[in-house]
Nanobody, 124 residues
Framework: QLQLVESGGGLVQPGGSLRLSCAAS????????VGWFRQAPGKEREGVSC????????NYADSVKGRFTISRDNAKNTVYLQMNSLKPEDTAVYYC?????????????????WGKGTLVTVST
């Protein structure tokens, strides 16, 4: 079965850190660009960060630049999102998604596979 599974979410205080993982099973990620998305209560889903298939290109939403870092380990079939200096407004369900993309770029549209999400809550 082809799937993406997110992990690493939880409750953290403002200013804290979390690392999310996105593990693929049933297919290999090295032919896919991967994006992280989030959806806060009452808001639309937004793209947070993406990474090209070999990691040479990354992109970040303005709201997370300088605080979040995306990376990947194709040998482990996993993509990570390191989140530092977390703010209450980062509270959301975080999803990863994969896009079959052999180019050197990444984006937030036309994703082929989605995970079910992991909840991140930033609160005192």
């Amino acid at each position: 079965q082809l799937q993406l599974v997110e992990s690493g979410g939880g409750l953290v205080q403002p200013g804290g850190s979390l690392r999310l993982s996105c593990a693929a099973s049933g297919f290999t990620l090295d032919a896919y660009a991967v994006g992280w998305f989030r959806q806060a209560p009452g808001k639309e889903r937004e793209g947070v960060s993406c990474i090209s298939r070999r990691g040479g290109s990354t992109n970040y939403a303005d709201s997370v630049k300088g605080r979040f870092t995306i990376s990947r380990d194709n040998a482990k079939n996993t993509v990570y999102l390191q989140m530092n200096s977390l703010k209450p407004e980062d509270t959301a369900v975080y999803y990863c998604a994969a896009d079959y993309n052999l180019s050197k770029s990444c984006g937030y549209y036309g994703m082929d596979y989605w995970g079910k999400g992991t909840l991140v809550t930033v609160s005192t």
